[in-house]
């Protein structure tokens, strides 16, 4: 698995094709955030805007690459493990990319609440931004396996479907990205952090059973 999991990162890396939604992330970034802002405020836009990145980069792995070499992998590891190990790369740099957000925005933000009448304290508030950033992280890699093949294989649906999903994902009730991204904001008005645990660990139990789902699904429709 180590093994595969090398070998779509290195496909990944070298298509290129990360570099959209990296830059789209980077853009929202420099718009939303600036320096000074109420630190968990800024904590929850980065987070936020991480899960409709992420399920653009399952996509990305899912799709890059060649019917080919898709299905000399499939013949060596079988079709289930293949695609699982794609959307482990895009959950990885998903992850990684919130990680590397998180801290810089815990450095260049102020430690107040959103009246900046109280101080927040900043060791609390980047671990509770670090598990609000891998919720999302988590429930965005969820979103691109569940609009992708082998789920669906027209490109029209599937990017529709993928910007509906991630959409409610955000905005929904009940959602554990919501959930993660709206403690930040409260935390932010009354001064108190906690810790979006239960987000986090709803977040992981919907990703497995929509990668479960994707790859019970790639190794039935696979030639």
Do not use: K
């Not at 698995?1 to 779509?8: I, S, V």
């Not at 890396?13 to 802002?37: D, E, H, K, V």
């Not at 931004?129 to 490109?155: D, I, K, N, Q």
């Not at 008005?189 to 660990?201: C, E, H, I, K, Y």
């Amino acid at each position: 698995m180590t093994a595969l999991l090398r070998y779509h990162a290195a496909l990944l890396l070298r298509s290129q094709r990360w570099l959209p939604p990296f830059l789209l992330y980077a853009a929202f970034l420099a718009i939303s955030i600036q320096g000074g802002q109420p630190v968990l405020d800024s904590l929850g836009y980065a987070a936020a805007a991480l899960l409709p990145v992420a399920a653009w980069l399952a996509r990305i792995c899912v799709t890059g690459e060649p019917e080919a070499a898709r299905g000399c992998a499939a013949a060596a590891v079988g079709p289930a493990r293949a695609h699982v190990a794609c959307l482990l790369v895009a959950l990885a740099g998903a992850a990684a990319l919130g990680t590397v957000t998180t801290l810089l925005v815990t450095l260049l933000s102020d430690p107040v609440t959103s009246d900046h009448r109280a101080r927040v304290p900043l060791a609390p508030a980047c671990g509770a931004g670090l598990l609000a950033t891998l919720a999302c992280a988590l429930l965005g890699t969820a979103v691109g396996a569940l609009t992708s093949r082998p789920l669906l294989r027209s490109r029209g649906r599937a990017v529709l479907a993928l910007l509906l999903a991630a959409l409610l994902s955000l905005v929904a009730t009940g959602s554990p990205a919501q959930a993660a991204v709206q403690g930040l904001v409260t935390g932010s008005r009354s001064g108190t952090v906690s810790l979006p645990l239960l987000p986090l660990a709803a977040a992981a139990l919907v990703t497995a059973g929509a990668l479960a789902l994707a790859g019970a699904l790639a190794s039935r429709r696979s030639p």
